[in-house]
């Protein structure tokens, strides 16, 4: 028996309205993945660009020019990490700035040495890398061939043009603290006094004072030495030589308390250079000439000078033990006599020279190293003074280049 055809239900024909709605619908759908695309799309590349100029820009950033050389963020960083390696990490803010002449000067010494025909070779630079187990990388070879250039200049260039002799003198130096003092220390001296001696009892830069050796003129410290140095025979003792741009370890406290209590007490000083001065102020003091005053004309101590002399309240250890000894054992509003304090940095002060021999001399293997790089200093000044450097780094870059080497860490 022949199965019963299943009756097909006649397929409904969607009206024009119909039609229309689901025409729209679609359309309505399409928008929403458009524009969820475009979103999307909108998000990856803000995120990009973001990146891209957060990240990536700032590193191709010309930050230095040399003439006409030029060196980008990407370098400056990874110059500022590579001399920052063994350092404790917060040395890469002290190393900023550092870091930046490090690179003006080597571009400096690798365009003026090239002018003079002085070359590093790229073997040379290999064969250190690889004996220094170090990376190999430009910042890396740029530190090394810095090196090596710096080595053949001072030897290869500026020291082959020395002259075996020079006219020099053989001195004999010490820094007193004052003319008075240095009255009495030349008459000691021409009383037989031995200058060493005398060095340890009266000079108040003993790392300065002593036998300097045969000097030329070029390398004295200063031309106050220098000429009077070259001026005087063999023997003689020059007259006290007062300069004011010295530096000493040593100053004369005049010290008044006026007021204390158990934790402490509220003090005003005047730091004087030597004790002939400490005398004579504290003598204007004894005849009623007012203290702030004073201070502010004579005292040394840079933290008060300008306040009348004042310090504020104190506690012991604020300041040296010297002061401390004397400030909290005075009566109130008593101006103390000077004490002398050794840890106090005071300027001016007497030098006393004496010249031992003088005449053409050899030059002595210290003496070419300090002339040698005395004459580098020289010229690598004169690179700077007709070159173009253009530093671009202000604080905001050069912070943000510190965290980039941190971040590495």
Same mark, same amino acid.
């Given at each position: %028996?022949?199965?019963? =055809?299943?009756?097909?239900?006649?397929?409904?024909?969607?009206?024009?309205?119909?039609?229309?709605?689901? =025409?729209? =619908?679609?359309?309505?759908?399409?928008?929403?993945?458009?524009?969820?695309?475009?979103f999307l799309g909108g998000i990856l590349g803000y995120v990009g660009y973001s990146y891209y100029n957060g990240q990536i820009k700032p590193l191709?950033?010309?930050?230095?020019?040399?003439?006409?050389?030029?060196? $980008? %963020?990407?370098?400056y960083v990874k110059m500022l990490d590579a001399q920052t390696r063994d350092m404790e990490p917060n040395y890469a803010y002290y190393m900023a700035d550092q870091v930046v002449r490090y690179i003006e000067d080597a571009e400096l010494m690798k365009q003026g040495a090239n002018n003079l025909g002085i070359v590093v070779t790229t073997q040379e630079i290999d064969e250190e890398i690889n004996k220094n187990e170090l990376p190999n990388n430009k910042v890396y070879r740029d530190m090394i061939a810095t090196s090596l250039l710096g080595e053949k200049l001072l030897g290869d260039y500026f020291g082959s043009r020395l002259p075996d002799t020079m006219e020099q003198a053989h001195i004999q130096v010490m820094l007193v603290e004052s003319k008075e003092v240095a009255n009495s220390v030349i008459t000691k001296i021409g009383d037989n006094g031995d200058f060493a001696t005398l060095v340890g009892e009266f000079s108040c830069n003993p790392q300065l004072g002593g036998d300097w050796g045969w000097l030329p003129k070029e390398l004295m410290?200063?031309? #106050?030495?220098?000429?009077?140095?070259?001026? #005087?025979?063999?023997?003689?003792?020059?007259?006290?030589?007062?300069?004011?741009?010295?530096?000493?370890?040593?100053?004369?406290? #005049?010290?008044?308390?006026?007021?204390?209590?158990? @934790?402490?007490? $509220?003090?005003?000083?005047? #730091?004087?250079?030597?004790?002939?001065?400490?005398? @004579?102020?504290?003598?204007?003091?004894?005849?009623?000439?007012d203290f702030a005053q004073l201070a502010e004309e004579y005292s040394q101590h840079e933290a008060s000078k300008d306040d009348g002399g004042n310090?504020?309240?104190?506690?012991?250890?604020? %300041?040296?033990?010297?002061f401390d000894d004397l400030a909290f054992g005075l009566p109130l509003n008593e101006v103390s006599n000077p004490v002398k304090d050794e840890s106090a940095q005071t300027k001016g002060g007497c030098w006393i020279v004496k010249v031992v021999e003088k005449g053409e001399h050899e030059l002595g293997e210290e003496v070419k190293k300090m002339l040698t790089s005395n004459d580098f200093a020289e010229w690598l000044q004169e690179q700077k003074e007709s070159s173009v450097i253009n530093?671009?780094?202000? @604080?905001?870059?050069?912070?943000?280049?510190?965290?980039?080497v941190l971040e590495g860490r």
């Open positions: %028996m022949a199965k019963k =055809q299943k009756k097909v239900k006649p397929r409904e024909v969607p009206t024009k309205r119909q039609l229309s709605k689901w =025409q729209r =619908q679609t359309k309505i759908r399409r928008i929403i993945i458009i524009a969820t695309a475009v191709r950033e010309v930050v230095i020019e040399v003439n006409d050389n030029s060196f $980008n %963020m990407d370098y410290p200063n031309t #106050l030495i220098a000429d009077a140095a070259f001026s #005087l025979e063999p023997g003689e003792v020059s007259q006290p030589i007062y300069d004011e741009s010295a530096t000493k370890s040593v100053g004369y406290w #005049l010290i008044e308390v006026t007021d204390k209590d158990e @934790e402490g007490i $509220n003090a005003r000083a005047i #730091l004087l250079g030597s004790e002939q001065e400490a005398q @004579e102020v504290k003598a204007k003091l004894d005849s009623g000439e310090l504020g309240w104190l506690k012991k250890g604020d %300041m040296s033990g010297t530093n671009y780094l202000d @604080e905001e870059k050069k912070s943000w280049a510190i965290e980039k």
